[in-house]
């Protein structure tokens, strides 16, 4: 969790990406931001993200998305 | 058939032709040809009735349909068009309204906030309102008998490396110029349903915006959000049955490298064209096993000789170490490669790209020493005023003949589909209280701008600033405090070291 925390503060050092649940609504993340994130989280954790689990359920948090992370590597 | 001198006559011939056809779309609603043709002339009419006449009107309208017909009707009235956008920051669109010294602004319900929070002084005009006006053909026909081809149709503000955007300015001519030739080489017809991807406020959406009127195509434009979630996207065009793209390759490579393509492919398109910058030639290769049977077109051009000058379309199988030319220029259009002593460079060798034809742009408003810089006198003519435009951009030939993009002269990048003067990244940061020093260097491998700074403020809060100041794709996507700026010897920064430094930084 804390190198996806990492990822994340690097993309948006201002949110406290712990507490925000609203990450896509709330319209912090972008098209930048995702496709940033999906690189950085492929080499940090070695998963792939499959293209139907890119969606906004799954990255309106970090907890959404360190889950989406686990159950990748599972 | 009549020689063609204004743009607006591809409108006016199309709507007899097709009047009940889509022209604009979006996801929720459609305008006929007769719809833009009739909204158009009411805008066109209210602002003749309001006395402006060859002056830039500002439209500040939210990413729609009825914003390209905002722009139809500001040349139905002899004036220009200047797009902004929401996406563009405060304190940029500050500083194109001080260059423009504009008296009205067109704007919409969702703009309408934003503008009065600008301390703007001028007119402000509501579409929706505006659209109510009784179109006066008599006052039109006027206005069009007393148009000539080099009066502007637009002006569109790009990056410039002293802070301050450039407005580039440019004239019917060299739209119809720019719209036949590339039309030929696209092949579109009433058939074409274009997507459009890029914003408003830049050139690049002359591409769709111009030959849905002259052919009776229809252009929809694809919502923002569909851009994070590249599944979505490949169904949105599906489902709206989109044959023929002009993205930024940045927008391509979303969907090729996120694997879309395992689990659902483009259906319907068969024309595909990639601007911006250059494509990755492993996204490029999937895209192309994809889709066996359509055109891809690779495009190059800056905004200053209005929109695209170069074309390729891929008529081989391309290896993973190949790079896809910018091919050759469009009709009527001729690229010379000119060394550093402004001869013509030898074959196969680099050399600047420098474009000559109709499809150079009038130069920056207001800014005449700037546009001289950049608009020269061919150095090979010595006999007549002839101008030529000096892209900054390396080029050599391959040994097929086909135009090779190789380079930058300067630090002016291609980074999201836009272009930025990493100096302009500089010179607003620099502005921050308790900056002393900073410097942003671009990895061309991972696409990424990376600031270094020396200075009291922490990287949070240098960043916000940055938010604030700067467009979206100009944000710096790393942000690093340093203690001292490494310079060289003659005392500027050092810049390569700053690339090593940020190379090595990278986790292994």
């Not at chain 1, 896509?24 to 999906?38: A, E, G, N, Q, R």
């Not at chain 2, 921050?432 to 200075?455: E, H, N, P, S």
């Amino acid at each position: 969790m804390e190198a996806l925390l990492e990822i994340l503060e690097e993309l948006h050092p201002e949110i406290d990406f712990l507490t925000h649940e609203k990450l896509i609504d709330d319209k912090i993340l972008d098209s930048f931001d995702i496709i940033t994130l999906i690189t950085e989280i492929s080499e940090e954790y070695d998963v792939r993200i499959p293209v139907d689990e890119i969606a906004p359920q799954n990255f309106n948090s970090a907890q959404a998305l360190y889950a989406l992370i686990q159950r990748l590597l599972d | 058939m009549d020689r063609q001198t204004n743009v607006l006559e591809y409108l006016d011939r199309i709507v007899e032709e097709c009047p009940d056809k889509a022209c604009y779309a979006n996801e929720s609603e459609i305008m006929t040809f007769r719809q833009v043709y009739q909204e158009a002339r009411a805008i066109g009419t209210f602002l003749a009735e309001q006395d402006l006449y060859q002056k830039p009107i500002v439209v500040f309208m939210k990413k729609h349909p009825r914003t390209i017909v905002a722009f139809l009707g500001t040349v139905y009235s002899g004036n220009y068009y200047v797009p902004i956008d929401e996406e563009i920051p405060t304190y940029r669109i500050e500083m194109i309204f001080q260059t423009l010294q504009s008296e009205a602004v067109i704007c919409d319900q969702s703009t309408i906030d934003s503008l009065s929070a600008l301390g703007y002084q001028g007119r402000i005009f509501i579409y929706d309102q505006m659209v109510k006006t009784k179109p006066q053909p008599d006052r039109l026909r006027q206005i069009r008998d007393r148009a000539i081809d080099t009066d502007p149709i637009y002006i569109v503000f790009t990056s410039g490396s002293t802070g301050v955007p450039k407005g580039v300015v440019a004239c019917h001519r060299s739209v119809i110029d720019y719209i036949e030739s590339f039309s030929e080489v696209m092949k579109f017809s009433r058939d074409t349903i274009f997507g459009i991807q890029v914003p408003l406020y830049v050139d690049a959406c002359l591409k769709e915006i111009f030959p849905t009127l002259k052919y009776g195509a229809t252009a929809i434009i694809i919502p923002k959000e569909l851009f994070m979630f590249p599944l979505k996207l490949v169904e949105f065009l599906n489902q709206h049955r989109i044959n023929t793209i002009c993205w930024v390759v940045p927008a391509l490579t979303l969907i090729s490298g996120l694997g879309v393509f395992e689990k659902v492919v483009p259906q319907y398109l068969h024309t595909i064209a990639a601007g911006s910058e250059v494509f990755p030639m492993k996204q490029f290769m999937l895209w192309q096993k994809t889709l066996p049977d359509a055109r891809f077109i690779n495009l190059y051009g800056p905004t200053e000789a209005t929109g695209m000058s170069c074309w390729y379309e891929a008529d081989r199988l391309f290896e993973i170490d190949d790079v896809l030319p910018i091919g050759r220029p469009f009709r009527n259009t001729q690229i010379m490669l000119l060394d550093d002593q402004d001869r013509p460079a030898k074959p196969g060798e680099p050399g600047e790209i420098c474009i000559r034809g109709t499809s150079l742009t009038m130069g920056y408003y207001k800014d005449f020493d700037k546009t001289n810089e950049c608009f020269v006198q061919n150095p090979l003519n010595t006999g007549y005023p002839e101008l030529i435009y000096r892209t900054g951009d390396i080029g050599r030939y391959n040994e097929k003949g086909e135009l090779l993009f190789v380079s930058r002269k300067d630090y002016q990048i291609k980074h999201m589909g836009h272009r930025i003067e990493l100096g302009e990244i500089e010179m607003v940061v620099n502005k921050m209280t308790g900056i002393l020093q900073c410097c942003a260097i671009f990895d061309d491998q991972r696409k990424k701008i990376i600031l270094y700074y020396v200075g009291t403020p922490d990287r949070a809060q240098v960043v916000q600033y940055c938010k604030q100041k700067l467009p979206r794709y100009m944000i710096p996507n790393l942000v690093e405090a340093l203690d001292v700026m490494p310079l060289t010897n003659n005392g500027k920064i050092n810049r390569l070291l700053l690339k090593e430094k940020y190379l090595n930084r990278k986790r292994s």
